[in-house]
């Protein structure tokens, strides 16, 4: 059994920086790669960027390139999310998601103008 605990969600300023955690406990592979979505009210969820625990360079969707930081701290079974220049759009509900299969609870960001 997987549990992911997300954290770091709030609300800030446009031009403001929030950073997500996600913490993996349970039976989790070690080469398995963690992925950021979110997710607005009444759209799709969307891919924000992911990382492997393997390989050290993460990728990102078009949108947050530039902006946001995927990094990992394997001792930790824990998966950041630096948020950088946010912007109102950014405004959503943050998942994280282990192996393709597994999914935290979510941690809510809003980014006011």
């Known amino acids: 059994q997987v549990h992911l605990v997300e954290s770091g969600g709030g609300l800030v300023q446009a031009g403001g920086s929030l950073r997500l955690s996600c913490a993996a406990s349970g039976r989790t592979a070690n080469t398995s790669a963690m992925a950021w979505f979110r997710q607005a009210p009444g759209k799709e969820r969307d891919f924000v960027g992911a990382i492997t625990w393997s390989a050290p360079n993460p990728y990102y969707a078009e949108t947050v390139q530039g902006r946001f930081t995927i990094s990992r701290d394997n001792s930790k079974n824990t998966v950041y999310l630096q948020m950088n220049n946010l912007k109102p759009e950014d405004t959503d509900v943050y998942y994280c998601?282990?192996?393709?299969?597994?999914w935290g609870q979510g941690t809510q960001v809003t980014v006011s103008s």
């Open positions: 998601r282990l192996a393709s299969v597994y």
